[in-house]
């Protein structure tokens, strides 16, 4: 481990999976394979709803936003990951860590308020159809928008300074594949109570709120839509919501699966473990921006639609 002269941390390494070579470059053409998906899915997904003028409403601003964000997200880790399965022990600087960990952070963080803010919008156009475009006017969906980026910035801003204070004075080995925050704060050799109580008040903010706000929208959807009388109009109301929703679920369930397992006492055990989360946290990160566009596109007439004219626009 290389220290300055004052004793400080200059780099961390990072392990991913150097115990199995084999998998490295099964992973590593897996990984880099979903990436150029993730690029040219909501890279065409953005290009259309721009195009388009008829995706030009508060559903597809917040969906735009959603894609763009999965875009930054991914290139914030997925270069970091690739070049992992390419070297034994990837070795990373400490402030090239703390930036990789507050991109990462930040656009997780901001993803989770954004989809709270689409099932407000999914709220609103089903149990309120003939006073949405009131509602949900360009002065309250932009704000909504800014305020999940601005949300985001700010929670990694915070939780990014506390860990940078931590003394790191015993182990600079990651076991993961980039510099997430739980795998680094696991290295600290100081008290971390504040940072467990200021992680508690992200969880709240970020993902406990949210959650909320999104159960209690569909449970007033679910309301609404079973008391349209004909088959048909509940199909086409649950049909606006179901692509959202799927992504919730994927989302959420795997963030859920991956933070509330319990934890390994052994210490082969616990390897395994921060190998498994690893993972799971990979899966998180490349697999679900990699579905979002899929999603929203193979379940939504007027993205297909929309696909479909731009060439006879031209």
Known sequence: MERTNDSMLTEFVLVGLSAHPKLQTVFFVLVLWMYLMILLGNGVLISVIIYDSHLHTP?????????????CYT?????????NFLTVRKRVSF???????????AMGATE???LGMMALDRYVAICYPLRYPVIMSKNTYMPMAVGSWVTGLIDSV?????AMQLPFCANNVINHFVCEILAILKLACADISINVISMAGSNLMVLVIPLLVISISYIFILTTILRI?????????????SAHLTVVIIFYGTIFFMYAKP??????????QDITEALISLFYG?????????????????????????????
């Not at 009388?229 to 919501?241: I, L, Q, V």
């Open 59 to 71: 559903m597809y601003f917040f969906l735009c936003n959603l894609s763009f964000l999965d875009i």
């Open 112 to 114: 989770c308020v954004l």
């Open 158 to 162: 915070v939780q990014t300074s506390l």
């Open 95 to 105: 402030s090239g860590c703390m930036v990789q960990m507050f991109l990462s952070f």
């Open 286 to 314: 490349v697999m679900t921006p990699m579905l979002n566009p899929l999603i929203y596109s193979l379940r939504n007439k007027d993205v297909k639609a929309a696909v479909k004219n731009i060439p006879d626009k031209r």
């Open 263 to 272: 934890k390994s006492k052994s210490s082969v055990g616990a390897n395994n």
């Open 75 to 83: 290139s914030s880790s997925v270069p970091l990951i690739l070049d």
């Open 229 to 241: 009388p004909s088959t048909e109009g509940k199909r086409k109301a649950f049909s606006t919501c």
